[in-house]
């Protein structure tokens, strides 16, 4: 099945709707209103009601949606039953600190080892995943027909890193490196956590508001 | 001056500019038209010329836009001139990293300094920063008036800490606790970095390009 075009900003709301459908079943609530839950998110109900239109029909008029169906549906969606397998590249704090903190597993996602460069790390472990030499980072992509590599080498190296993982075979490149990288093959995803970005945005809210306190 | 209602969208995608910005700068040039500058970034050039009319006039019809001046405009916009204060709670991991490779003077930002509540680490430096003790740190807030506070401590105490720091009168909190804090004080700003979120965007992408291929 293709999917028809769907904005970004859709895209991007699919993971908040699992995390409050999270909070709303573990606060043992069964079923929500797209009215209510528009209140919860900062949303109009309109606008949640055609978020999922662009994936069919979930929930029945004046009875809400039901809460564990709504999540399955939006996992399936996300891809989450696909149980994507997932390596690091460099081990430096932002990659140690996703190995031990970031639960893969509860998302549905396969993490597998984590590769570095400086052999003293090699043959270690990170919360039980084992540390493997670069050296022999495109055989195992290949062998292991890994989907996903998260990058977080320093900034230097980002772009030529990208390109050795494409050409091994990777499908999905998780950015942590706050460079733009390119991908000489348009079907490899790239995800970019942009930190910068971010905090720009809260600076513009707080400049927003000075701005409205100055008046 | 108060803002009309602007869109978080636009507002998500002022950094964006500045990145591409300081990219057209350093590749020496000087002018760019909002249909090249569109296409370079995914955008159609009437959303780009939509965008910049939420805060004004920038450009000149058949002339396109001066890359200095029009990033000057967006950095003013993002509040980049005002040199909030920035301190950073919990020196774990993701801290650390922030700390080590985080550019904030280079984004107009002014880091001061990291508090902890293990001792064994108070009163070391981080890059050059002091680690602080966690007990002198809401007079620390009160006394040099700080703006903004890098929330990066434990799951558990993410909504404890993040109380105190609204009753010690921050005014803004950039969240890594992947925990969605409430805060009381609703002027108070919250920006979150969410890894979850942007893994299972990556996640969605990776689906709807497997779904086509399975055709």
Redesign the interface.
């Known amino acids: 099945?293709?999917?028809d075009y769907i904005s970004k900003?859709v895209?991007?709301r699919?993971?908040?709707y699992?995390?409050k459908l999270d909070?709303l079943a573990k606060a043992g609530i069964e079923r929500i209103s797209s009215g209510e839950m528009g209140k919860q998110m900062g949303l109009t109900p309109s606008q949640i009601r055609q978020d999922f239109s662009c994936f069919g029909e979930f929930g029945q008029q004046g009875y809400g949606y039901n809460v564990k169906a709504l999540r399955e549906e939006i996992c399936n969606?996300?891809?989450?039953n696909?149980r994507?397998s997932v390596i690091l590249i460099g081990v430096?704090?932002?990659g140690?600190?996703?190995i031990?903190n970031?639960d893969f597993a509860r998302?549905?996602?396969d993490f597998k080892c984590a590769f570095e460069i400086r052999k003293e790390l090699v043959g270690q472990e990170i919360a039980g995943y084992p540390i493997l030499d670069r050296d022999i980072q495109d055989a195992y992509i290949k062998e292991n027909n890994i989907?996903?590599a998260i990058l977080s080498v320093g900034k230097e190296a980002a772009q030529r890193v990208a390109n050795t993982l494409v050409d091994s075979g990777i499908?999905?490149i998780?950015n942590f490196t706050d460079v733009?990288i390119e991908v000489s093959d348009p079907?490899v995803?790239v995800?970019?956590?942009?930190?910068?970005?971010?905090?720009?945005?809260?600076?513009?809210?707080?400049?927003?508001?000075?701005?409205?306190n100055e008046?």
Chains 1, 2 share one sequence.
């Open positions: 099945m293709k999917r900003n895209i991007r699919l993971p908040r699992v995390r909070d969606i996300l891809g989450i696909k994507y430096g704090k932002i140690q600190s996703l031990e970031f998302f549905g996602y989907d996903i499908k999905g998780w733009d079907s995803i995800e970019n956590i942009h930190f910068s970005d971010s905090l720009l945005v809260l600076g513009y809210f707080m400049n927003s508001r000075d701005m409205e008046e």
